[in-house]
């Protein structure tokens, strides 16, 4: 594998980033949530740190998310749901990230007896705290589980109204194969009514198929992965010409076995296609690495230059949700950074 060059590693290290798919649930430290479930009194079907750790040798998507719903499952007040997203943040600060738009499963939660209003509550205030202390921005979207039915995530939707300006669209995620989007277009049309952004993973384990329904029948804005629509020539195409943002995930797509090693990733190809990836963590406390660790990887293992990180971090910003002023801030920041970056 080549290694990256002093410069190259420091510019990818110290510039400004943005991270548009990360699942808050996913960033549950080991260590955490044995410590929560001990506050809790909440038993795991694991007897420590090590045995929690030795089962992420994860085989396919499926096998990883059986794994992340029991440590979900630690989670019970608000103030369980403040310090997961602020622990999150922090270490997005440390990896230079400036923005975070922050998945939430609710329905993990409130089939468990948790309220709506606690994980809501306790995630924005987390936010909150993070901005306060951190100076870093971040925003919420409420996926829905794709391996429920669409009654639930519709009452979801209706239960999670009353806090509708906490978060800023909905998500589509869980097992993909055998759950296509076409199975969540009353939930996508009413969310759209009310305002919301739109996002789903597709094209992770999924078909291109799946890539061009969560755009046609869901009207998804930003396709979550969407690794696999290389395979199809006219989405590929599509997806370019509409500058449509894949926020990509190197590190997982390694760990969930959708590539065999990151120098087989399809990110270099999908750059070269034209389309407006992006690159984010996932899962990272399951995946082997948080944001920063996975442009390092991905830019090792692919032979990618600084140009590369340029566009990819352009596409972050094109793809954010945030207003016209927010966006030229976000782009004057970066530029400002590369104008100033001093190679080491
Ligand atoms: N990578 C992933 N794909 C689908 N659903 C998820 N939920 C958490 N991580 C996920
Ligand atoms: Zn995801």
Request: charged share 20%; with cysteine; proline share 5%.
């Amino acid at each position: 594998m080549p290694t990256l060059s002093p410069s190259l590693a420091a510019f990818l290290a110290e510039m400004p980033k943005i991270e548009l798919h990360v699942h808050v649930e996913g960033t549950l430290e080991p260590e955490t949530i044995f410590a929560l479930a001990k506050r809790n009194g909440v038993a795991l079907p694991y007897a420590d740190v090590e045995a929690l750790r030795a089962a992420y040798a994860f085989t396919d998507l499926q096998s990883f998310l059986d794994v992340y719903y029991a440590g979900a499952g630690v989670l019970l007040t608000a103030d369980d749901f403040h310090d997961m997203v602020f622990a999150y943040l922090e270490r997005a600060h440390a990896d230079r990230v400036v923005r975070a738009e922050i998945f939430f499963d609710p329905q993990t939660h409130t089939a468990r007896g948790v309220a709506m209003a606690t994980v809501i509550g306790g995630l924005t205030a987390g936010c909150a705290a993070a901005r306060a202390a951190l100076g870093i921005e971040s925003v919420l979207i409420l996926c829905f589980l794709r391996h429920l039915d669409e009654d639930d995530a519709l009452a979801t939707l209706e239960a999670a109204l009353p806090h509708r300006e906490k978060f800023v669209g909905v998500g589509l995620d869980s097992s993909e194969v055998g759950h296509p989007p076409e199975k969540f277009a009353r939930v996508f049309a009413r969310a759209q009514a009310l305002g919301l952004r739109l996002v789903a993973h597709a094209g992770e384990e999924g078909p291109p198929a799946y890539v061009t329904s969560a755009l046609d029948v869901l009207g998804a804005e930003r396709i979550d992965h969407g690794v696999r629509s290389l395979e199809d020539p006219v989405l590929t195409a599509r997806l370019a010409a509409g500058r449509v943002a894949l926020t990509v995930c190197p590190l997982s797509n390694l760990k969930l076995r959708v590539v065999d090693t990151l120098a087989d990733h399809p990110l270099g190809r999908m750059l070269d296609a034209g389309l407006a990836a992006t690159i984010n963590s996932d899962d990272p406390a399951y995946f082997g690495g948080y944001v920063g660790q996975n442009w390092l990887e991905t830019f090792e293992a692919l032979g990618l230059d600084r140009d590369a990180a340029i566009r990819l971090s352009k596409n972050a910003i094109d793809a954010a949700f945030v207003d016209a002023a927010g966006r030229a801030a976000l782009h004057a920041q970066y530029d400002a950074f590369v104008a100033g970056f001093d190679p080491v």
